[in-house]
């Protein structure tokens, strides 16, 4: 019996999971498999935790204040926020936070302590942290840093908060995606359970991963992230809730001149093109980011811990989405990839 696309989610037994392709703005193949909580069927409107599935709409929001004039690629940051100077940041520009070279890859210990709904006290402290590498020479994956930069940017340029500023976007254009989850989308989202035996502790006991990880505390726990304070909390690096039509929609859209549109052609080719190649000091190894995205040879997208992808092909010509409540590695993605690719 051929593979489809049903039968690999049947075969990976996920507790609930849906993927999704998008060719020439039509949805071509669609799945889902399993529940959203162990009882209600997964269905293709359902939303999940996607972690950093959302920094490339995070970055798109920053980049739409550039378009409009509020901000500048290259503009330091301290010129919109002073106090972000310290610790020798003066020199990191809006294209280094954008591109993951600004040496903040993960909040200060004093975070560890802050709650993770309290946006003033975490975006303080980052102003008063020292940067790990020198701003620009070198890369580390922001891993939830990422969106209170973005988000203090757009603040500090336009008076609106990141998540306020997407959500008008992302209805104007379609896009069934979340950086904070409203009252009357909060039946949609599925639970998250930890599927592999790994989770946390992959990140929890990795010496690298744990500082990036775990302040503020709470982001590795299904509990807390089952529970509506999270999902209703706007943490633009890693709290998109998306379903997976709404994430491969997004992409067939990077493609097919609908960002492009909204950007302008200039601003856009900035956004999905390479912007640093290196070892990247958190992933550990050889990373090309651009604004918002990883890219190489066949494709641009990004994935989030617990397993989600979002991601366009290059070879094939389609944009594609994997989301998944069950919190574990990238293998389901990644069998998702295979069978497309084949």
């Known amino acids: 019996m051929p593979h489809t696309l049903q039968t690999v989610l049947d075969d990976l037994g996920d507790p609930g999971a849906a993927a999704c392709v ?30 950093s599935c959302a920094k490339p709409l995070a970055a798109l ?5 550039v378009r409009d004039g509020a901000l500048g690629l290259d503009q330091r940051v301290a010129e919109l926020w002073p106090a972000y100077a310290a610790h020798g940041k003066g020199g990191t520009t809006v294209r280094h936070v954008l591109s993951h070279q600004a040496g903040l890859p993960a909040f200060p210990e004093a975070a560890a302590d802050v709650a993770y709904d309290d946006r003033e006290a975490l975006t303080a402290l980052l102003a008063d942290a020292a940067p790990v590498h020198e701003p620009g020479a070198a890369c580390a994956e922001h891993a939830l840093t990422y969106g209170h930069l973005c988000d203090q940017l757009v603040r500090r340029a336009t008076g609106e908060g990141l998540a306020e500023r997407f959500a008008r976007v992302a209805g104007e254009h379609g896009w069934d995606l979340h950086l904070r989850v409203a009252g009357a989308d909060l039946d949609r989202v599925a639970d998250v359970v930890a599927l592999d035996p790994t989770w946390p502790a ?5 010496p690298r991963w744990a ?6 505390a709470g982001l590795l726990d299904p509990a807390e992230l089952n529970r509506e304070r ?3 909390t706007a943490f633009p690096a890693v709290s998109l809730h998306a379903s997976a039509r709404g994430l491969a929609t997004f ?35 050889e990373v090309t980011w651009t604004l918002g995205f990883q890219v190489d040879a066949d494709e641009i997208g990004m994935g989030g811990a617990g397993g989600s992808a979002g991601w366009w092909s290059f070879r094939g010509g389609y944009a594609a989405a994997y989301v998944t409540r069950g919190l574990g590695t990238h293998d389901r993605s990644e069998a998702v990839w295979e069978l497309l690719e084949s």
């Open 22 to 51: 998008v060719r020439d703005g039509e949805v071509v193949d669609e799945a889902v498999t399993g529940t959203r909580d162990g009882s209600r069927p997964w269905t293709t409107d359902t939303l999940v935790l996607t972690y």
């Open 61 to 65: 929001t920053v980049l739409t204040a």
């Open 202 to 206: 992959a990140y929890v006991d990795d």
């Open 211 to 216: 500082p990036a990880m775990t302040r503020p």
């Open 230 to 232: 999270w999902r209703t």
């Open 251 to 285: 992409y067939g859209h990077l493609a097919d001149g609908t960002v492009s549109g909204l950007l302008g052609r200039a601003l856009h080719e900035e956004y999905v093109a390479p912007q640093v190649t290196g070892h990247d000091l958190l992933l550990d190894r």
